[in-house]
């Protein structure tokens, strides 16, 4: 569900003469994703194995370690923002703030390897939170009979945090990729290496170099800021360079 309200047409809304367009918007939405149509089924395997007498006989092992109370993945977000145009179309600015709530998060779970043959199985996860903004700018810089050359900037700032893992008597998931509560899904952790030149000969031996004794965080698993730059070159109708 959204919604749209061009602002500069209201009488009461200021007229400057760089201003085309003034429109603000806000939009909600929900929707959900469905774990693998095999996620949740345990199976086993036949295997040929050796009784104590040393006859070949059947035996089973376990095969795919499904997860019985496997849910569905359910999120919902609202965003709001606003567009202008300006200066006779010339430029056009873009801003949009969001944030997006998602429950029973689908991630996979590494399972140690005297399970058997499945390495990972999925997981529900308890709680998650996203938000952040977009700002995007477009501006024709030239425009003639035969040329006209388009720039477009945007950037984007991305915030995450997984507020409950849901899970009783765990701290976390994974080892040096983890989803740990208070710390972005997927983050990376790893042991702290420290080194000092003690007896100050300019190199760094074995014994100068500490690694920590635990894990810590080292960074998110997404980007948290990004940047792009685009042009478009054209020339007539004949072609152009993007």
Same mark, same amino acid.
């Given at each position: ?35 693998s149509?095999?996620?949740a @089924? ?6 040929? @194995?050796a ?22 993945e ?12 300006m ?8 801003f ?31 709680k ?12 024709t ?5 035969q ?7 945007? *950037? ?17 998931? *994974? ?28 190199? @760094?031996?074995?014994?100068?170099v ?10 998110? *698993? ?21």
């Open positions: 569900a959204s919604v749209s309200w061009v602002a500069s047409d209201e009488s009461f809304f200021p007229q400057p003469d760089w201003l085309n367009l003034f429109r603000v918007r806000a939009a909600w939405g929900a929707s959900g994703r469905q774990p149509s095999t996620a @089924i345990q199976t086993l395997s036949v295997d040929a @194995i009784d104590p007498d040393d006859n070949i006989v059947s035996g089973v092992n376990l095969g795919a370690s499904g997860n019985v109370d496997l849910k569905p359910k999120s919902s977000e609202i965003e709001t923002g606003f567009d202008a145009d200066f006779g179309g010339r430029v056009g600015l873009a949009t703030w969001f944030r997006r709530t998602t429950t029973d998060i689908i991630v996979n779970e590494p399972l140690p390897p005297s399970l058997g043959p499945s390495s990972s199985r999925s997981q529900n996860l308890g998650a939170r996203t938000q952040g903004f977009e700002l995007g700018i477009g501006a810089v030239l425009s003639t009979d040329i006209q050359w388009d720039l477009n900037v945007s *950037g984007s700032k991305l915030s995450s945090e997984l507020l409950a893992l849901g899970l009783v008597g765990v701290d976390f998931l *994974g080892t040096t990729e983890r989803h740990a509560p208070g710390f972005p899904l997927g983050s990376s952790f790893d042991y702290p290496v420290t080194w000092a030149d003690a007896n100050g000969d300019g190199l @760094i031996a074995v014994s100068e500490t690694v920590g004794a635990e894990r810590e965080f080292i960074g998110p *698993g997404l980007p948290q800021r990004e940047f792009s730059l685009g042009t478009t070159l054209r020339f007539g109708d004949l072609f152009q360079v993007y």
